[in-house]
T-cell receptor, first 111, second 114 residues
Framework: SQQGEEDPQALSIQEGENATMNCSYKTSINNLQWYRQNSGRGLVHLILIRSNEREKHSGRLRVTLDTSKKSSSLLITASRAADTASYFCATATDSWGKLQFGAGTQVVVTP | DAGVTQSPTHLIKTRGQQVTLRCSPKSGHDTVSWYQQALGQGPQFIFQ???????QRGNFPDRFSGHQFPNYSSELNVNALLLGDSALYLC?????????????FGPGTRLTVL
């Protein structure tokens, strides 16, 4: 079973617009991470937010975490065609780092 | 600095056969995790190796086994292949002392079982 669930399943936007996707999870976590995957290849780590953090920024990415609601959001600002990919949230429930992934959000950015 | 490498890139097998996939971790990393990603799904954790021992295991049958070598590289073996084993197999490496948090993924091995 998957710990995280992303919403929406798919998102289509134009270049320059912002993209927001959400992730909900079921159990207490050590940290939550977001990954990007292009065309079914390897995953690229985007950002990690720990359970005692509420918000983190990295370039055009902004991640929030609400542990009371067991949810997180990823915002990509000023999107580009190169942002077209699948985005996954993954939770780690212990320090060993075993990750549990959601099913992902497919984002398509059109020029 | 070499990232995570996996071999082979693609593999086609028939039901009942056995397969071995290989992974070399990112330089300086000592922990290797394996994930199975079916088409349209998120990756599912198979197991994790540290100090040449399996430390954690996901909900996969014993047909899935692995090994970690002294140089930290790892193998994933799958016996008695089923059609449902067709998937992208991803290897991820991390540094145990860092809490194994940020994981670096390889490009994956695409396994097709006919």
């Amino acid at each position: 079973s998957q710990q995280g669930e992303e919403d929406p399943q798919a998102l289509s936007i134009q270049e320059g617009e912002n993209a927001t996707m959400n992730c909900s999870y079921k159990t207490s976590i050590n940290n939550l991470q977001w990954y990007r995957q292009n065309s079914g290849r390897g995953l690229v780590h985007l950002i990690l937010i720990r359970s005692n953090e509420r918000e983190k920024h990295s370039g055009r990415l902004r991640v929030t975490l609400d542990t009371s609601k067991k949810s997180s959001s990823l915002l990509i600002t000023a999107s580009r065609a190169a942002d077209t990919a699948s985005y996954f949230c993954a939770t780690a429930t212990d320090s060993w780092g075993k990750l549990q992934f959601g099913a992902g959000t497919q984002v398509v950015v059109t020029p | 600095d070499a990232g995570v490498t996996q071999s082979p890139t693609h593999l086609i097998k028939t039901r009942g056969q056995q397969v071995t996939l290989r992974c070399s971790p990112k330089s300086g990393h000592d922990t290797v995790s394996w994930y199975q990603q079916a088409l349209g799904q998120g990756p599912q954790f198979i197991f994790q190796y540290y100090e040449e021992e399996e430390r954690q295991r996901g909900n996969f049958p014993d047909r899935f086994s692995g090994h970690q070598f002294p140089n930290y590289s790892s193998e994933l073996n799958v016996n008695a292949l089923l059609l449902g084993d067709s998937a992208l197999y991803l290897c991820a490496s991390s540094l145990f002392l860092a809490g194994g948090n940020e994981q670096f993924f390889g490009p994956g091995t695409r396994l097709t079982v006919l």
